[in-house]
């Protein structure tokens, strides 16, 4: 915001707030009701400043108006008449301010008006995350019919997603699907701005990735040694699309109740994608990765903590060294 200007505060909302095609102004009635304006102003004094309240809702920046009295008198209801409009100025302007980029600012209408635009900007970071989703909905499909139809199966081009996720997994299983351009398949309905689907995971809540500290978490002492057939097996890249099976959602519904999966499974594939590296068991170190979210949202405070079992080693990749 604009510095203060002799003597004069900052404006009282941001430049950019702009609540034009928004109607809907919110009234606090018993404040309004008990005002030293709905007590002491004239009639006509009281009309002029409602009026003026509600011509300020969609200026910008809202809650303001410019100090014109021409500006003032029409916006009051005097049209070009501005020696009427001056007999009831003052009462009318009762509570505006001047601030330093010139304009007068009413603090109620302007407190109203940031509240406002703060669900605006909400509502439009939705919509914009919603396209985004389904854009990346799109391309998952495009490719997830591609790889269908390199392996003989020809799908009708409104097959649900979740079928064709489903077809995906059972060619993974196979070991039909070997490599690929990059999908992203979770397995769970998308995100809203407004609605996630981890517990505890507020909106707005940011979520960064576990640190390296955190991640060189070490398996339970009672946990028996890798065999010596788990520490032979072949190392690969990050299958892709990497497929949640049944029993991994299960295990992550039981073990990290709290971690949004879908979210996180774009953050452990963006991040095994670009470091290149190759793991002997994937599944095991996307276990790994939920576990450490869980632990992280235990710590914030923001999930009930999950009692471990000292005997599951079921999440233990011995290469795992993230």
């Known amino acids: 915001m604009t510095s203060e200007v002799q003597g004069r505060p900052a404006p009282l909302v941001a430049a950019e707030v702009d609540l034009r095609g928004l109607p809907f102004m919110p009234l606090e009635v018993n404040r309004l009701r008990d005002s030293d304006l709905a007590i002491e102003a004239s009639g006509d004094e009281f009309r002029a400043a409602v009026l003026l309240w509600c011509a300020s809702w969609n200026q910008v920046p809202?809650?303001?108006?410019?100090?014109?009295?021409?500006?003032?008198?029409a916006y009051a209801g005097y049209g070009r008449d501005v020696k009427s409009w001056r007999k009831v100025r003052d009462g009318a302007l009762r509570g505006f301010v001047e601030c330093a980029d010139g304009r007068l600012y009413h603090p109620v209408v302007a407190e109203k008006a940031a509240e406002a635009w703060a669900q605006r900007v909400d509502h439009r970071?939705?919509?914009?995350?919603?396209?985004?989703?389904?854009?990346?909905e799109r391309e998952e499909r495009k490719q997830m019919f591609a790889l269908l139809r390199e392996a003989g199966h020809a799908l009708e081009?409104?097959?649900?997603?979740?079928?064709?996720?489903d077809r995906v997994a059972e060619l993974e299983r196979d070991g039909a699907v070997t490599s690929h351009a990059p999908v992203t398949v979770t397995g769970h309905?998308?995100?809203?701005?407004?609605?996630?689907?981890?517990?505890?995971?507020?909106?707005?809540?940011?979520?960064?990735?576990?640190?390296d500290g955190e991640r060189d978490r070490s398996p339970p002492k009672?946990?028996?040694?890798?065999?010596?057939?788990?520490?032979?097996?072949?190392?690969?890249?990050?299958?892709?699309?990497f497929v949640q099976t049944p029993e991994m959602l299960a295990w992550a519904a039981e073990k990290a109740p709290a971690v949004n999966l879908d979210r996180e499974t774009e953050r452990f594939i963006d991040y095994?994608?670009?470091?290149?590296?190759?793991?002997?068991?994937?599944?095991?170190?996307w276990r790994n990765w939920m576990l450490r979210a869980q632990d992280d949202l235990e710590r914030r405070g923001m999930a009930t903590p999950v009692a471990k079992d000292p005997s599951d080693t079921s999440w233990i990749d011995e290469d795992d060294g993230l």
Do not use: F, I, M, Y
Not at 157 to 165: A, D, E, I
Not at 223 to 238: E, F, G
């Open 125 to 136: 970071e939705g919509k914009a995350n919603e396209l985004a989703r389904k854009q990346r």
């Open 272 to 285: 095994w994608t670009g470091q290149g590296s190759t793991k002997a068991d994937w599944p095991a170190t």
């Open 222 to 241: 009672s946990a028996p040694p890798a065999s010596k057939s788990q520490r032979s097996k072949p190392k690969r890249a990050l299958p892709v699309p």
């Open 189 to 211: 309905a998308p995100d809203t701005a407004k609605r996630g689907t981890g517990k505890g995971e507020g909106e707005g809540t940011p979520h960064n990735p576990p640190s």
């Open 62 to 73: 809202a809650g303001s108006l410019p100090n014109a009295e021409q500006s003032l008198a």
């Open 157 to 165: 081009w409104n097959t649900p997603t979740k079928v064709l996720r």
